[in-house]
């Protein structure tokens, strides 16, 4: 498949326009002179713009008329850089990121450390016109993959329509002790008591129905290796229906029981599937486990 090369300079930029409907990383490696490793880098450093939008996506489908952008420097590589966030894919109505353990998900109380203002801050910093809008959440000690809202109108959709809009959503965690049955699910309703601690009831409590479902995917004698796919996201659900088996997540303060091996809280958000709010894309979003969970079942 042949391709247009370049038709233009601007700025730090080369521009390019395809004449056939192909993949992004293949139409770059066709007419960029530069090596693999060096596209590949350009892409994830968020150095190519499709139609003016940022994209990283190596999959991400070109057609006829579009018109692709590709920085001559490593500019865009130095204008987001934290210890705790990292982007993964940005358009101009949303942001996926994946966050470290340790922060908030949003402000709570005086200068907290969230990851909304980590992004007003880069938006600010490129000359972004937008807010990062908080769409769900994850724990403080919580890792993983999570999206953000550029605009309160995408924010509405997706808070409003966010079962319809999520159609895979799976967390990896170690629980404590070893996991008898391979597979199963927990259904119970979730209420919170007056000190926050949210408590479970086989019966309606006037709390929310919850629904987990489980997955064993390694085991030693003393810890499990648990895939959690949620079909309804209440808070704190995967840590009160860990403790509710038996077998609490470890490191966690709250309901567990003092396992504690990786000084943690040893739960990762890493599959994240959704239609997008405004293209009706499918989106799928992956993370690799935490390298410390997976090197407890060596």
């Known amino acids: ?9 601007e700025g730090d930029y080369d521009h390019f326009a395809p004449t056939a409907e192909c993949q992004l990383l293949n139409f770059l490696l066709e007419n960029v002179k530069q090596s693999r490793s060096k596209i590949k880098a350009t892409l994830q450093g968020r150095g190519v713009k499709v139609d003016g939008k940022t994209v990283t996506q190596f999959d991400f489908l070109l057609k006829p008329g579009m018109k692709v952008a590709v920085s001559r420097t490593k500019r865009n590589q130095q204008t987001f850089k934290s210890r705790y966030v990292k982007i993964v894919y940005e358009d101009r109505w ?4 994946e966050k470290q353990a340790g922060i908030l998900s949003m402000a709570a109380g005086h200068s907290s450390l969230n990851v909304k203002s980590v ?3 880069y938006f600010h910093k490129t000359r972004q016109k937008c807010t990062a809008h908080v769409v769900h959440r994850l724990d403080r000690d919580t890792s993983g993959i999570m999206v953000y809202a550029k605009d309160m109108e995408t924010e509405q959709i997706l808070e409003h329509n966010w079962h319809q809009i999520v159609y895979d959503r799976r967390y990896v965690a170690v629980l404590s002790g070893e996991m008898e049955p391979d597979e199963g699910t927990i259904s119970n309703w979730l209420k919170d008591n007056k000190a926050y601690i949210t408590y479970s009831s086989p019966v309606d409590n006037g709390g929310k129905l919850a629904i987990t479902h489980f997955h064993v995917l390694d085991r030693t004698t003393e810890h499990s290796l648990v895939e959690f796919q949620l079909e309804t996201g209440r808070k704190n659900q995967i840590r009160v229906h860990a403790a509710d088996m038996g077998h609490p997540v470890c490191g966690d303060t709250k309901y567990g029981n003092g396992d504690d091996p990786l000084h943690r809280l040893c739960l990762h958000a890493w599959l994240l599937c959704f239609t997008h709010p405004v293209t009706g894309e499918r989106m799928e979003f992956e993370t690799p486990f935490p390298t410390a969970f997976r090197m407890m079942f060596k």
């Open 94 to 97: 949303l942001i996926v990121v």
């Open 119 to 121: 992004l007003d801050d």
């Open 1 to 9: 498949m042949r391709m247009n090369t370049g038709y233009g300079r």
